[in-house]
C-alpha cells in the first residue's frame, strides 16, 4: 500500500463527518506531513498453537501404538511421564535437562526410590523427549544435558530347587496345585496366566497356548505330567470358554494378576521361603535357570520364555548361571 492509497483510504472512512473541503484539507496536511517518510504494511504472523503436556503425551501414545508398541507399556511410560510433569509444573516446551536432573535427585532422597528404579525413570524420560525432538516438537534435545543413570547389576533372584519342593508339599488346594506347576514348567507371566481359559490348555498334547500381551503374539508352553495331572483334577469338567484360574469370590471371575501374585506369595510363604518374595516372575526366572542348567540350550530357553532376542534371555534370567557353569569347567579344564 502506497501513501497515497493509505490517505485516501483514512478520508473516505472521514466521509461522513467531514465536508469535501475539510477531506481535501485532511489529505494535503497528511501528504505535507508524511513525505519524508516511508510505510510498510505489517503483516501479521501466523498464531502458533500452544499444546499442553496432556496433548503430548497423547500424541505420544497414537505414535506409539501406531509403532507397535502394546499399550501397557505405553501406560507404564505415561504414569512416569505425568507425574514427571506434576512435579515440574511447567509446559513440555519449557522444560529443562535440569529440571529431569533435580526431579530424579528429588525422587531419590526424599522418596528413597531404588537406584534402579531411578533408572527406569530416567529411562522412560529419555525416550520421551527424544521421541519428542525428533518429532520436532521441542527445540532442543534435552536429554544430552542429563548425566546417565545406569542400572545395577543383581544377582538374579530365584527359588532354589529345595525351595521349589518345600512349596510344592505345602500346597494345600487344587487351584493351588494346578497354579505351581504351571509357573514352574512354563514360566509364564502373570498377565499371561491370568489372560487364559480353559481351551488354551490341551491337556493330550502336554501343551498350552500362551498369548504374550506385552508382544502380542502367541507361544506353545509345554507341560509336564504332574501338571497336567493338576490342571486335570482344576479343571474337572469346565468348558473351554471359562477363564482357567477363577476367583474364590462369587460370581467367581477371572482371576485377575493381583489375585495371581498374592496368591503365588502366599504358597511360596507357607513352604517356608523367606528369603524372598517369591512373585510370579521369580517362578519365572526359577523356570529359565532349571531348565538351562538342564539343557544348556540358550535359544530353547529365550523361545519358551517368549523373548524376541535371546540376548535378554542371557541378561536377565541366565547370566549367573552361565558364569556358574563356565567357572566350574574352568575348574576340571
Request: with cysteine; proline share 2%.
Amino acid at each position: 500500500m502506497t501513501k497515497t492509497d493509505l490517505i485516501n483510504d483514512i478520508a473516505f472512512e472521514m466521509s461522513n463527518i467531514l465536508t469535501p473541503e475539510q477531506i481535501d484539507k485532511v489529505k494535503i496536511v497528511f501528504l505535507v506531513k508524511m513525505q519524508d517518510y516511508e510505510i510498510s504494511e505489517i503483516k501479521q504472523l501466523p498464531m502458533v498453537e500452544e499444546h499442553d503436556n496432556e496433548w503430548l503425551m497423547q500424541r505420544y501414545c497414537v505414535d506409539g501404538v501406531a509403532a507397535g508398541r502394546h499399550k501397557s507399556t505405553l501406560r507404564s511410560y505415561i504414569g512416569i511421564i505425568r507425574k514427571f510433569f506434576d512435579h515440574v509444573g511447567k509446559n513440555y516446551k519449557y522444560v529443562t535437562a535440569q529440571d529431569i536432573t533435580d526431579y530424579l535427585a528429588i525422587r531419590s532422597y526424599r522418596d528413597h526410590i531404588s537406584h534402579n528404579y531411578k533408572s527406569t525413570i530416567y529411562r522412560y524420560l529419555c525416550t520421551f523427549f527424544s521421541w519428542a525432538f525428533r518429532k520436532q516438537h521441542i527445540a532442543n534435545n534435552i536429554i544430552d544435558g542429563v548425566d546417565r543413570v545406569k542400572q545395577v547389576k543383581k544377582k538374579k533372584v530365584r527359588l532354589t530347587d529345595e525351595e521349589v519342593e518345600t512349596i510344592r508339599y505345602a500346597l494345600q488346594t487344587p487351584k493351588e496345585k494346578a497354579l505351581f506347576e504351571l509357573m514352574i514348567c512354563t514360566g509364564m507371566r502373570v498377565g499371561e496366566i491370568s489372560y487364559l481359559n480353559v481351551s488354551d490348555i490341551d491337556l493330550t498334547n502336554k501343551q498350552v497356548s500362551i498369548y504374550a500381551e506385552k508382544t502380542d503374539t502367541y507361544r506353545t508352553g509345554m507341560l509336564t505330567p504332574v501338571a497336567v495331572m493338576a490342571l486335570r483334577n482344576y479343571i474337572g469338567d469346565r468348558p473351554g470358554t471359562d477363564p482357567l484360574f477363577l476367583a474364590d469370590r462369587a460370581p467367581h471371575n477371572r482371576m485377575r494378576e493381583y489375585g495371581i501374585e498374592k496368591l503365588a506369595k502366599e504358597m511360596a510363604v507357607r513352604g517356608g521361603v523367606s528369603r524372598i518374595t517369591a512373585t510370579v516372575h521369580v517362578y519365572r526366572k526359577t523356570f529359565a535357570s532349571v531348565l538351562y542348567r538342564k539343557t544348556g540350550d540358550v535359544l530353547l530357553v529365550s523361545k519358551l520364555l517368549g523373548h524376541a532376542k535371546p540376548d535378554m534371555t542371557v541378561q536377565y534370567y541366565l547370566i549367573d548361571d552361565i558364569e556358574e557353569m563356565q567357572h566350574k569347567y574352568n575348574r576340571v579344564a
